[in-house]
């Protein structure tokens, strides 16, 4: 009888995925803060380049610890 190559599934562990949404509701948030501003209030904008750039590069870290976190079963080493 001919067996079935093992099932794989993509694992993503609870605390990445924690982060995906914290990284998504951030998003949001600056989103927001962005597109609904007034021309008035754009003169009073606390959304600074550099201050984008920070928010930038810190989701750039949070989704690299996201994709080191996740794996697929058939190599779960962890």
């Known amino acids: 009888m001919r067996q079935s ?3 794989t599934a ?6 990445a995925q924690r982060s995906l949404f914290q990284l ?19 003169r009073e ?3 600074t380049p550099a201050l984008l750039a920070w928010w ?7 989704i690299d610890d996201v994709v080191d976190a996740a794996y697929w079963t058939a190599n779960s080493d962890r």
Do not use: I, K
């Open 5 to 7: 190559p093992p099932q």
């Open 10 to 15: 993509f694992v993503l562990p609870d605390a």
């Open 24 to 42: 998504r509701d951030r998003l949001r948030v600056l989103v927001q803060l962005s597109a609904s501003a007034s021309p008035e209030s754009r």
């Open 45 to 47: 904008a606390l959304l």
């Open 56 to 62: 930038f590069n810190h989701f750039s870290r949070e």
